[in-house]
């Protein structure tokens, strides 16, 4: 039988919820307010900009390799004989640049960066060093989180056009020179079916804009909210990973939904 | 001049501040002294506001600081300084960033007036020019504690505030940090205030001292004005205190 002390957890985890999208808000608002101060906080954008990019280029790389050669062996496997060839090319280009490579990125660089980002202000906090910022006279969102919301606003976009560059060609490397199923013009031909270019804009920078910053907005405010020690810090790592992974796949329907 | 009055801070259903009143005189070096769990750090962290207080006033040279905005609260912050228990230097950055955070961030200086200011602070503690291109963990506890109180004067502060300055030290840095923290307060005529349980170290810096009890200001005096009374409570509490 349901008692008073279930319901008074599920009010509470309900409670708690709301006041966690809240606070995230106005995370996102005070950020906003930070960002006329960009000049001032120039050092820690270039910083964060780097870092969002060097350490994460390389993973990215694997990812969008495997991902084109995978999205070819499916495509080609469950395609094969039923429609020409250069229209399975096109299916392959747009699952993979719309979907396939933004949202698989955006998944791994949610567990990577949004766990560093989260430890890395959560240890932080725990040790002070936030309040040290303050003592400075800096405004620890100005210095820790406006540069990474910016970077992750600006270098997923520009990862994900490199990702899927990087697809394509592992395609066509896959389809051209070792299966050899198509040729490349026919692939070129694919590539070039019922281009839209919105599409690309859509699957390039759209999308990884909206994961980018929800990956440095959740990982920068769970940093924040750490509580405790080393513990503390590997739940808000945890909890940044897990709720940028939802956002994504969130989004992922609802942008595609209202813009396609 | 520092004035605090019935500064109140609770958290959940423990109330740790129960109205602390204490005046704080320029150029004066006062010891807050009281065992663990008194809330030594919550009133300092409070009258700067790194934690906010639930209620009382805090005037510095006058003015109100509970009733500044954001901006008001940076800008008062330019003239304290905080030297943390544990330090906390920023662990992204080396020494020399450490140390010219501030002056990069808000003074228009060249990067040769900031390198000779940061050698400067740093042979104030005692230390060379090796350390300036290590990071904060591979630096000793001592060290550490010195590069933190060369930090906080880079500032030039006028208030320094220090959190449990000798914790964790062993007695020759602890002396040592004691020796840094009277030598500074000369040559930067700031006003220190210094939590702590170590009765060495209030008896060999403090112009004045205050005994926290139960979360108010029981006695404040010179050192020479605690009485038997007030010593007894010191003794009584003496096993939480690091002689």
């Known amino acids: 039988m349901l008692d008073r002390e279930y319901f008074e957890n599920l009010g509470e985890k309900g409670i708690n919820f709301f006041t966690t999208i809240y606070e995230i808000f106005i995370l996102f608002i005070e950020s906003l307010a930070a960002i006329p101060k960009i000049w001032f906080y120039r050092r820690q954008l270039v910083e964060q900009l780097y870092n969002f990019s060097a350490k994460t280029l390389p993973i990215a790389a694997i990812i969008s390799i495997f991902v084109g050669l995978g999205s070819t062996v499916q495509g080609t496997y469950q395609s094969s004989g039923l429609i020409p060839r250069y229209v399975t090319v096109n299916v392959i280009f747009k699952s993979t640049v719309i979907e396939l490579s933004p949202v698989i990125l955006a998944l791994v660089l949610a ?3 949004g766990a560093s980002l ?7 906090r725990i040790s002070e060093q936030i309040e040290a910022l303050e003592t400075m006279s800096l405004d620890p969102v100005g210095f820790l989180v406006m540069p990474r919301v910016i970077a992750g606003l600006v270098m997923l976009p520009v990862i994900t056009i490199f990702a899927n560059f990087l697809a394509i060609f592992s395609s066509f490397f896959v389809s051209t020179a070792i299966s050899q199923w198509v040729t490349a013009h026919e692939f070129v031909n694919g590539l070039k079916m019922d281009y ?3 599409e690309i804009i859509f699957g390039c920078i759209i999308k990884p804009a909206v994961y980018g910053f929800f990956i440095s907005l959740i990982g920068s405010y769970f940093g924040l909210k750490t509580k405790g020690g080393a513990k503390g810090v590997g739940e808000s790592s945890t909890l940044a990973v897990v709720v940028s992974a939802i956002m994504i796949v969130i989004f992922d329907y609802y ?3 209202l813009l396609l | 001049m520092i004035k605090v009055r019935g500064l109140k801070k609770r958290f959940e259903d423990k109330e740790v501040l129960k109205g602390i009143d204490i005046d704080i005189f320029d150029n004066e ?4 002294l009281g065992p663990s769990g008194q809330g030594k750090t919550v009133m300092i962290k409070s009258m700067i506001r790194l934690m906010e207080p639930d209620a009382g006033e805090i005037y510095f040279d006058d003015e109100n600081i509970r009733e500044y905005n954001k901006r008001e609260l940076e800008n008062f912050r330019k003239k304290i300084a905080y030297v943390f228990q544990n330090s906390a230097l920023f662990d992204f950055l080396d020494v020399r960033e450490n140390l010219a955070l501030f002056l990069r961030m808000h003074k228009r200086m060249q990067e040769e007036e900031i390198e000779n200011k940061i050698i400067e602070a740093l042979s104030f503690v005692g230390l060379t020019k090796d350390v300036l291109d290590k990071y904060p963990e591979e630096l000793s506890g001592g060290m550490k504690k010195r590069v933190a109180i060369a930090r906080a004067m880079i500032k030039e502060p006028k208030y320094i505030f220090y959190d449990e300055p000798t914790t964790g030290l062993d007695k020759k840095n602890a002396e040592l940090v004691s020796n840094l923290i009277k030598v ?4 930067i005529s700031t006003t220190s205030i210094i939590v702590t349980h170590d009765i060495e170290l209030m008896e060999n810096v403090s112009d004045r001292v205050a005994l926290l009890k139960d979360g108010k200001v029981f006695f404040v005096g010179k050192k020479e004005e605690i009485s038997d ?7 009584s509490i003496g096993d939480t205190y690091e002689i």
Do not use: N, P
């Open chain 1, 118 to 124: 989260a430890a890395e202000i959560g240890s932080m």
């Open chain 2, 29 to 32: 070096t006062i010891v807050i």
């Open chain 1, 196 to 198: 839209k270019s919105f």
């Open chain 1, 255 to 257: 942008l595609g939904e």
């Open chain 1, 111 to 113: 567990g990577k960066l």
């Open chain 2, 184 to 187: 500074l307060k000369e040559k």
């Open chain 2, 229 to 235: 009374e007030t010593l007894e409570y010191l003794y």
